[in-house]
T-cell receptor, first 110, second 112 residues
């Protein structure tokens, strides 16, 4: 199984909503990532978890809150987002020499 | 500051042409360089390069790394319309965990 899954595929939320994005992999990878990608731009790293501990937070606003409940799951909790947060949110996992992306969640904030 | 620069930014070719995409980098604690293809969805992994001068090949695609001059190239021979995509280069650095720095991508369009 070389697959990273993400749910939901699409999400529309208002600025006062609370929602969560989910990511799952069963490849035994111990590093997992959240990226944000705007149209026609490369992915921007948001968070890195290594062995279920947050190791890098690329100065992301606190309205994004990551969580790694176990080695296979990664969540991104969303609260009080802004319209400019609308983007494709990509989860990825890696081992020493390759990285696999999930299909992404396309988020629209109204 | 770590950076990865890709060129050209965009490219239009005809089917059957050969293209060369470039990626240069300035990164501390370099570990590897990765190439991805992105169409409308998530990036798809193509190659991972760690050693200089060793060509990686997959069908019509090939890539090589020069760690002395700090660049890599991705070649696509006999291009097809299905090769139309954004090609992303990312450099993996390590400082206790893995970190990926992406270039801005090269947008390739192959005309029939």
């Amino acid at each position: 199984d070389t697959e990273v899954t993400q749910t939901p595929k699409h999400l529309v939320m208002g600025m006062t909503n609370k929602k969560s994005l989910k990511c799952e992999q069963h490849m035994g990878h111990r590093a997992m990532y959240w990226y944000k990608q705007k149209a026609k731009k490369p992915p921007e790293l948001m968070f890195v978890y290594s062995y279920e501990k947050l190791s890098i937070n690329e100065s992301v606003p606190s309205r994004f809150s990551p969580e790694c409940p176990n080695s296979s799951l990664l969540n991104l909790h969303l609260h009080a987002l802004q319209p400019e947060d609308s983007a494709l949110y990509l989860c990825a996992s890696s081992r020493s020499n390759e990285q696999f992306f999930g299909p992404g969640t396309r988020l629209t904030v109204l | 500051e770590d950076k990865v620069v890709q060129s050209p930014l965009s490219l239009v070719v005809h089917e059957g042409d050969t293209v060369t995409l470039n990626c240069s980098y300035e990164v501390t604690n370099f570990r590897s360089l990765l190439w991805y293809k992105q169409e409308k969805k998530a990036p798809t992994f193509l190659f991972m390069l760690t050693s200089s001068g060793i060509e990686k090949k997959s069908g019509r695609l090939s890539s090589i790394l020069d760690k002395k001059e700090l660049f890599s190239i991705l070649n696509i021979t006999a291009t097809q319309t299905g090769d139309s995509a954004v090609y992303l280069c990312a450099v993996e650095a390590t400082s206790g965990t893995y970190k990926y720095i992406f270039g801005t991508g090269t947008r390739l369009k192959v005309l029939a």
